[in-house]
T-cell receptor, first 114, second 115 residues
Framework: AQSVSQHNHHVILSEAASLELGCNYS??????LFWYVQYPGQHLQLLLK??????LVKGIKGFEAEFIKSKFSFNLRKPSVQWSDTAEYFC????????????FGKGTSLLVTP | EAEVAQSPRYKITEKSQAVAFWCDPI?????LYWYRQILGQGPELLVQ????????DSQLPKDRFSAERLKGVDSTLKIQPAELGDSAMYLC?????????????FGPGTRLTVL
């Protein structure tokens, strides 16, 4: 069975600070990897995804993530956060043999202070 | 831009009552998922449909929960009777077949409060 682990449950940063959120997964086969964001009062939105190819993927709003297969990791990064990045961030994986159902981590709550 | 529709957005009910949630996926999306998100946690799959057929309902508490997608389009998730522990956000997502089938699109969710 797949599992997803997000290392930080709560992160507080000042504006312009750099962000890195850790995500590790366990699964023996080929997976697709995702980062979703949930802004306060809004629904889940896709930040970025990795299916194959270049392990460094760029998403919306200046976010990027790097897939390191040997470490089973898919960490999310942003060089300079803004107050508007305050949100809940979820790492998720899926695979063909599980019908592409998403397996989410517990989420990381990010608070960016002015 | 097409979106997944869900209703109601909010539902407050008393313990032991029946509740139902509705989801209309993006047109043409064959796969539909229902997830439950308890406060402070990530969403967890309840049931997955491919067209009108259930693909996976292993995590659905079948003694009280039921889900259907009769014509392979919209779907209803029902809880009867509701329990206090069912308070959560219920999310619907859909995806299309083919190479992009790994990506799902989420609706706004139904927030259920059981008193």
């Amino acid at each position: 069975a797949q599992s997803v682990s997000q290392h930080n449950h709560h992160v507080i940063l000042s504006e312009a600070a750099s962000l890195e959120l850790g995500c590790n997964y366990s699964y023996g086969g080929t997976v697709n990897l995702f980062w979703y964001v949930q802004y306060p009062g809004q629904h889940l939105q896709l930040l970025l995804k990795y299916f194959s190819g270049d392990p460094l993927v760029k998403g919306i709003k200046g976010f990027e993530a790097e897939f390191i297969k040997s470490k089973f990791s898919f960490n999310l990064r942003k060089p300079s956060v803004q107050w508007s990045d305050t949100a809940e961030y979820f790492c998720a994986v899926n695979a063909r043999d599980s019908g592409y159902a998403l397996n989410f981590g517990k989420g990381t709550s990010l608070l960016v202070t002015p | 831009e097409a979106e997944v529709a869900q209703s109601p957005r909010y539902k407050i009910t008393e313990k032991s009552q029946a509740v139902a949630f509705w989801c209309d996926p993006i047109s043409g999306h064959a796969t539909l998922y229902w997830y439950r998100q308890i406060l402070g946690q990530g969403p967890e799959l309840l049931v997955q449909f491919q067209d009108e057929s259930v693909v996976d309902d292993s995590q659905l508490p079948k003694d009280r929960f039921s889900a259907e997608r009769l014509k392979g389009v919209d779907s209803t998730l029902k809880i009867q009777p509701a329990e206090l522990g069912d308070s959560a956000m219920y999310l619907c997502a859909s995806s299309s077949a083919g190479a992009s089938s790994g990506q799902q699109f989420f609706g706004p969710g139904t927030r259920l409060t059981v008193l």
